[in-house]
């Protein structure tokens, strides 16, 4: 019987479906699940035929795509980055090559001040078209669905601005967003004496949030000069009492037991983790804290100490891999860059890296359900690479190797053509 389709890719060469029951942990972090030669059927935005090509002749299509034995994967899941923003940071890159600390360029009123300065004075509609153009870009990067943090108001205004610049790209934009408050991500000038003040503003702010629907989730960075693990505890245990989901920035740049605090929680993610201990690794283990790693971040910050990913796998804890998109410490929308850099600095396998930036990414921002893997009924949010297999992608570095993007069975990018 034939069945009408409204896209068909045939000639698959590797279709990595990321069949799984939840995320991946462990051993299971090293396993991948996917269909040689195989024929991916879409219909009304939906997955409507996974198989072999043998297994189905009679797939009639408005559109076929012939994939010539390339890669096809779900979506990129990226649930880590700060893509609304004021201005940009490029006057920084000087200090760091002078080996000016982060920390000592946001303690001088740099860092994420600048940036906030900058996205005070700009109103929600440039907001809006700069995120747009960066959401553009990441779907061309093979991103189809994002976290977004807000973070760069550190008042009452702004923080609402931004995250209703965020709301608005829920509603817009073909990206899926989910969005995270950080109002707690530095002390502004006006509070630097007194940041429980300042913190309590921002949990003033809940109710707020909450009602208006802004955010999912509640996030804070907390580091040597910005908040305390004790402030931090205290801040997100209030943020759980409002049923938001708990994120935080833990153990960057020094190692004050984020980590720790975090598992305790049972906060949903944990993200950095440069500095973890062993024993805060365990507490992740067993509390199902997924580990968010940001390897661009360290790359960025000229670090050589990565998070030990290789420790946190084998322990059992749930990795997934993110940009940390940001004006300062990781300014790329480019998530195939950071399957390379997680490789090589992380040691992290094809396997993992795969896993780490689909079903695990899509656990960490509470969309296993609809994100991240390519199964019968789900959203068809597809990529095909220019690439032969997955293994291609973390090891040729530096360049988009996305042909076609569909999103929810649309196609929204395709390779540019060069008009020779
Ligand atoms: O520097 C920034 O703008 C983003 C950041 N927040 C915490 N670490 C990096
Ligand atoms: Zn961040």
Redesign the pocket.
């Known amino acids: 019987m034939t069945e009408q389709m409204d896209i068909v890719l045939m000639n698959i060469g590797q279709l990595l479906t990321m069949d799984s029951q939840g995320p991946k942990k462990g051993k299971a972090m090293g396993e991948l699940e996917f269909i040689e030669g195989a024929v991916l059927g879409i219909k009304d935005g939906e997955i409507r035929f996974v198989g072999k090509q043998e297994e189905k002749k009679d797939l009639l299509a408005a559109k076929i795509i012939d994939c010539e034995r390339k890669l096809v994967t779900p979506g990129l899941v990226d649930p880590h980055t700060?893509a609304v923003?004021g201005g940009s940071?490029e006057h920084e890159m000087a200090l760091k090559q002078q080996g000016v600390p982060?920390l000592d360029i946001?303690k001088q009123g740099g860092?994420?001040l600048s940036?906030v300065e900058a996205t005070r004075e700009t109103s929600e509609m440039e907001l809006f078209e700069k995120s747009t153009f960066y959401l553009d870009r990441m779907l061309s990067l093979g991103t189809t669905t994002a976290e977004i943090k807000s973070?760069?108001g550190l008042n009452e205004d702004t923080e609402l601005k931004q995250l209703r610049v965020t709301k608005k790209l829920q509603q817009k934009h073909a990206m899926d967003v989910v969005s995270t408050f950080?109002g707690a991500?530095?002390i502004p000038p006006s509070h630097r004496d007194k940041p429980d003040e300042f913190l309590q503003e921002m949990v003033g702010m809940f109710q707020q949030v909450k009602e208006e629907q802004l955010a999912d989730y509640v996030d804070i960075?907390t580091?040597t000069g910005?908040f305390t693990v004790e402030q931090s505890k205290e801040y997100l245990s209030k943020a759980k009492e409002y049923g938001f989901g708990l994120k935080i920035?833990a153990d960057?740049?020094d190692p004050l037991g984020g980590t720790e605090m975090a598992a305790e929680l049972g906060a949903v993610s944990a993200d950095?983790l440069v500095g973890s201990t062993d024993k805060g690794i365990k507490k992740m283990a067993q509390s199902g804290t997924v580990a968010v790693l940001l390897p661009g971040?360290t790359f960025y910050l000229g670090k050589h100490t990565y998070a030990r990913a290789r420790k946190m796998i084998d322990e059992g804890v749930i990795v997934s891999l993110a940009t940390?998109f940001?004006?300062?410490?990781?300014p790329t929308e480019n998530l195939q860059l950071i399957m390379t850099i997680a490789a090589l600095q992380l040691k992290m396998s094809p396997e993992e890296i795969w896993n780490a930036v689909t079903v695990n990414a899509a656990h960490a921002i509470g969309k296993s359900e609809e994100a991240g893997q390519i199964m019968m009924g789900r959203k068809a949010d597809v990529v095909i690479w220019d690439a032969p297999n997955y293994k291609y992608i973390p090891y040729h570095y530096g360049v988009n190797h996305v042909n076609t993007v569909i999103k929810k069975g649309r196609i929204l990018y395709q390779r540019g053509k060069i008009y020779g």
């Open positions: 700060h923003f940071r982060y946001l860092g994420i940036t973070g760069y950080l991500h530095a960075f580091e910005v920035h960057e740049i950095h971040t940390d940001n004006p300062g410490s990781s």
